[in-house]
C-alpha cells in the first residue's frame, strides 16, 4: 500500500490516473456521473476502491476522511456491520424478483408510521425518478401545469427541472442543458430562494395554474444554503392559499436531519416528500409519498403512470431498512451527529476568522459548505459569488492530505456518526494551514 511521504502529502494516484485514462474512451468525461470527474477543481478523479467507517480508499492506497459519504446516505459511515449482514442476507434470497415482496411493505410501514405528512409511499429508483413522479402525481392531482422551482435548487436531471439548476449543471456553468425540447421547460417556473414574494408574484402572474411548489428545504446544491425564518412556511401558506401542492426535495435532508427529515426539523407539512439514496443505505433507491388522495392517484390505484422492475428491489430494500430502523432505534444518534458537526463546523468558522479570511460557512447539523466569498450566502446569486478557483486549489490541498471534499464549490460537505473527535479536527487544522498560506 502507498505510503504518506513526510510532508503528508500523497503524490501517487497512477492507478486512478491510468483507469481515468481509460475511461475518458470509453464513458462520456470518463464518469457516470459529472460532478465527480474532479473537472471544476482541475484534477483527477479519484477510483475509489473501498470505504470504512468515515474513510475511503482509492486504487492506489491512498487513505482519506470522506466528507461526501456518497452524497449523503452513509450517515452510519461507510461499511456498516448490520447493513452488509442485512444485504447478504436478502443477496442470498435472491436479487431481483419485479414482483411484490414483504420488504417493500415493511420499508413503507417503517416510513409512513414515521412520517405524519406521508401517508402512503411509491418506492423507485433515484432522487431523480422520485422527484419526476411526485411532480406527475402533483399535475394529475391538480389538473394543473405548471411547477415553481427555485434557482440553484437541484432536483436531478429530468428534462423539466434542469433550469437553473444547482449541482454539477452549476458547476459546469450550463444550468440549462442542451438536448431538452423548450416544450419541456415552458411549464417550469423559476422563483428566488428565501425570496417569498418572487414566489408569491408567479401565483399572481398564473392563477390556478400552479400544481405545485418544488424546494429543497435546505438548499444543499448550490453549497448548503439555509431557509431564512418564515420562507418555508410562507410557501405553505401560498401553497395552501392557491391550491397548488407543495413538495419538499428531500434527497439531502431526508433521514438526515433528523429521522424526520427538513420538514419536522422545520415545522412545515408538504403535501408530498421525495427521497433519494439515504433510503437505500446507498443503494440505488428514491421513493415519493404524501397525502393518500394525493398517491392515491398513481397507478394502478389511479390514472397517473408510473412503473419500474428494479422498484422496491429487495436487496435495495434490506440495505435502507437496516440502515433507517438503527436510525429510529436510536434517536441518540442524532443528537451526537448533530453535536459533533456544530462543533466542526463551529471550528471551521473559527479557522477562517482566524486566518483573517472573509469566507462564509453555512451550516445545518451535518451539512456544511465553506464558500469562498465575502458575501452572505443566503441564494443562487450569493452562491455565485465563491471564487471557484480558490475552492479548486483548497480542495486539491485537502485531497492531498487525505481528505475528500466534493470536487465542486456548490455542493454539501456530509458527516457522518462515524467520524471521530480526532478526524474532525485533523481537518479544521489542516483548513487553517492552507487557509493561512492561501494566495
Ligand atoms: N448530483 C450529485 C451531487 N449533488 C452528484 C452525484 C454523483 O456524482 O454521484
Given at each position: 500500500m502507498y505510503e504518506r511521504g513526510e510532508d503528508g502529502i500523497m503524490s501517487n494516484l497512477s492507478k486512478s490516473e491510468t483507469l481515468f485514462e481509460e475511461a475518458l474512451r470509453l464513458i462520456p468525461g470518463g464518469v457516470n456521473s459529472p460532478v465527480r470527474a474532479f473537472g471544476s477543481i482541475g484534477s483527477v478523479p479519484r477510483m475509489i476502491a473501498r470505504g470504512q467507517g468515515a474513510c475511503i480508499w482509492d486504487e492506489d492506497g491512498n487513505k482519506y476522511i470522506d466528507y461526501i459519504g456518497s452524497w449523503g446516505p452513509m450517515i452510519l459511515g461507510h461499511s456498516h456491520k448490520k447493513v452488509l449482514e442485512a444485504v447478504m442476507d436478502a443477496c442470498v434470497k435472491g436479487l431481483s424478483f419485479g414482483a411484490a415482496t414483504k420488504a417493500e411493505v415493511d420499508m413503507a410501514r417503517l416510513i409512513c408510521d414515521s412520517i405524519p405528512s406521508i401517508e402512503m409511499i411509491r418506492m423507485v429508483?433515484?432522487?431523480?425518478?422520485?422527484?419526476?413522479?411526485?411532480?406527475?402525481?402533483a399535475r394529475g392531482f391538480t389538473g394543473r401545469d405548471k411547477i415553481v422551482k427555485f434557482s440553484g435548487c437541484y432536483h436531478g436531471h429530468s428534462d423539466g427541472l434542469l433550469v437553473q439548476a444547482g449541482s454539477g449543471a452549476m458547476t459546469q456553468?450550463?444550468?440549462?442543458?442542451?438536448?431538452?425540447?423548450?416544450?419541456?421547460?415552458r411549464d417550469t417556473l423559476t422563483a428566488i430562494y428565501n425570496?417569498?414574494?418572487?414566489?408569491?408574484?408567479?401565483?399572481?402572474r398564473f392563477p390556478e395554474e400552479i400544481a405545485c411548489v418544488i424546494v429543497e428545504p435546505v438548499a444543499a446544491n448550490m453549497g448548503v444554503v439555509l431557509p431564512e425564518a418564515g420562507f418555508l412556511e410562507g410557501l405553505r401558506y401560498l401553497c395552501t392559499k392557491h391550491g397548488a401542492l407543495l413538495l419538499f426535495d428531500e434527497v439531502i435532508t431526508g433521514f438526515r436531519l433528523g429521522f424526520g427529515g427538513a420538514q419536522e426539523y422545520f415545522g412545515v407539512r408538504p403535501d408530498l416528500t421525495a427521497f433519494g439514496k439515504i433510503i437505500g443505505a446507498g443503494m440505488p433507491v428514491g421513493a415519493y409519498g404524501g397525502r393518500r388522495e394525493i398517491m392515491e392517484m398513481v397507478s394502478p390505484a389511479g390514472p397517473v403512470y408510473q412503473a419500474g422492475t428494479l422498484s422496491g428491489n429487495p436487496v435495495a430494500m434490506a440495505a435502507g431498512y437496516a440502515q433507517l430502523t438503527i436510525l429510529k432505534e436510536h434517536p441518540e444518534y442524532y443528537r451526537e451527529l448533530n453535536e459533533k458537526s456544530d462543533i466542526f463546523?463551529?471550528?471551521?468558522?473559527?479557522?477562517?476568522?482566524?486566518?483573517?479570511?472573509?469566507?462564509?460557512v453555512n451550516h445545518i447539523g451535518s451539512l456544511g459548505?465553506?464558500?469562498f466569498t465575502g458575501e452572505q450566502v443566503r441564494d443562487y446569486a450569493g452562491a455565485k459569488t465563491s471564487d471557484t478557483g480558490k475552492y479548486a486549489r483548497y480542495c486539491n490541498y485537502m485531497l492531498d492530505h487525505g481528505v475528500y471534499l466534493a470536487p465542486a464549490q456548490f455542493e454539501a460537505m456530509f458527516l457522518s456518526m462515524a467520524h471521530t473527535g480526532q478526524q474532525l479536527d485533523h481537518t479544521v487544522d489542516l483548513v487553517m494551514e492552507y487557509l493561512c498560506t492561501e494566495a
Open positions: 429508483n433515484s432522487g431523480t425518478e422520485a422527484v419526476m413522479s411526485a411532480i406527475r402525481a456553468g450550463v444550468p440549462d442543458s442542451a438536448g431538452v425540447p423548450a416544450g419541456c421547460t425570496d417569498l414574494s418572487s414566489a408569491e408574484q408567479l401565483f399572481e463546523f463551529k471550528k471551521l468558522s473559527m479557522a477562517v476568522e482566524a486566518a483573517g479570511k472573509p469566507y462564509q459548505s465553506l464558500f
